[in-house]
């Protein structure tokens, strides 16, 4: 997903092909449950089963920077803090506004969490009801779930890790800005 609502796919990451332009920006997607779910812009949001027809779902009217998908539920988080959810993708329900804008989220060992702003941390086993965990004073761009560990990563380099999502550790500050991070293997 990216700029323009440039969707494109890959069976192999060698060769891509462009599915759709929907004109806005997309700055998330996730899979689950048969479908993959976009979310970006004026917080639209396009579901897809194949990755090549994608149905307009909602314009929510907030940007949405990251989702995710676990037990049984997308959760999208974004500016001032908007958090929904779907267990479907198609219809959305308001969660929270918690203020500081998030820009990612995952889920692991039965928790989501979603970072952002001020270094702002929040953890959620459902996708609705939220806990304040810490604020760590950088901005959080990116976090991922693998092998028993959430790593967040943001600003100046920052990397922090946790095992829970409610304790982090301070590993390194690397100096340049990193937005995302992945687990594979």
Known sequence: VG???RIMT???GAVWNDETEAGDYFWGISYGNGTFVAVGL???IMTSTDGAVWNDETEAGDTFWGISYGNGTFVAVGVN???MTSTDGAVWNDETEA???FYGISYGSGTFVAVGAGGR???STDGAVWNDETEAGDIFYGISYGNGTFVAVGLNGRIMTSTDGAVWNDETEAGDTFWGISYGN
Request: neutral net charge; aromatic residues 6%; charged residues 20%.
């Open 3 to 5: 700029d323009s609502g």
């Open 10 to 12: 890959s069976t192999d």
């Open 42 to 44: 004026n917080g639209r």
């Open 81 to 83: 803090g908007r958090i």
């Open 99 to 101: 203020g500081a804008w």
């Open 121 to 123: 941390i929040m953890t």
